[in-house]
């Protein structure tokens, strides 16, 4: 059974991203009590995908090409449905929604699918490396990659963070983290996470206070703030060892949630008007109010659609991944043979 105190993290971390989806679809500029709020969501909130991907790489990810076909199934089937339920039935926008991995539609879809091609390379480096080969690997990486963007506010990769290249940073750093194993009192971790997630907090109020408009710099997924709160709080979860079927069982839709989430908000947004409240003081309660109402539909939507094609997509992916599988070698042969011929051509 899965570790649960790393589930209900997984939970936390998608309930949080859901929450900043939200607050972004809203102007918090016509309050500054909102506008602080939005702030604040922004810097606890957004350690969430750090939080997600140091999950992965603690634990290792196992490289299985058929859970990869029958993820990509999933995200293909809400993708489509999600775009013919709108009623957008152009056919570029259809064709574009049957390759939504490819195409980036959900920018961390995309990463966490080509960060599994590359976890059996990851894991092998992590295990043959000397640790202080890795230290110095990890600390070129976050100088390049996190403290670099953070002290000057550009970022090498043009991309906050939200890219392969931070993916595998911090998957590296989890797997640091369960080679060489650091032991923390939970009253340090707790008190390291809140104070980081104050110190964001405070640089993007000041910031945004003086330019008079949102600003979120600190709280990007390659600030260096964002990634040490994160491991703090990866680690003061760890700390909390227990096992609950229903967590696992909840929190094994995350990433149908992270999919779900745009199509779900962009149906109840009729019918909720959050948007209206962007000048009310209610405003951070009734967002969580509702980030909790788009989570619960989404793992729903997701149970029901296991129970029923999801079991036929199941079938189906592990055939083709038998037909790759026997197909490879022969493709890698001929590879070898036109790479042959080419140097030999020189």
Known sequence: MRKSNFELLRLF??????????????????????????????????????????????????????????????????TV??????????????????????????????????????APLLNALAEKIKKENFERLLVTMLLLFSVIPTITTYDIMQDSGKGLVDFVMIYLIGRYLSKYPVRLQKKRLGMGAVSLVLLIFILDSVRTQINGVLYSTF?????????????????????????????????????AVTVLDEHIQYFLKPYTGIEQFGNNKLLLLLVLGYAACVVIIAVGINEIRKATIGKTGQRCAARLAVKYNRVLPVFVEKIKKLAGWFIEGV
């Open 81 to 118: 449905a999600g775009v013919a339920v709108r009623g957008d039935l152009k056919a570029k926008e259809l064709i574009l929604a049957c390759f939504p991995i490819i195409t980036r539609r959900y920018w961390f879809i995309s990463c966490y699918f080509a960060l599994c091609f590359l």
């Open 13 to 78: 971390c998608i309930f949080g991203i859901v929450v900043m989806h939200a607050m972004g679809n809203i102007d918090t500029s016509l309050s500054v009590w909102n506008t602080e709020s939005h702030i604040f969501v922004n810097a606890l909130f957004n350690t969430g995908v750090t939080c997600f991907i140091l999950i992965s790489g603690y634990f290792g990810i196992k490289f299985r090409l058929e859970k990869l076909i029958e993820m990509d199934f999933m995200v293909i089937f809400y």
């Open 219 to 255: 709280s990007r997924d390659c600030s260096s703030f964002i990634i040490m709160a994160s491991v703090c709080i990866f680690l003061w979860f760890k700390e909390f060892e227990f096992s609950s079927r229903l967590i696992n069982r909840i929190a094994g839709n995350v990433l």
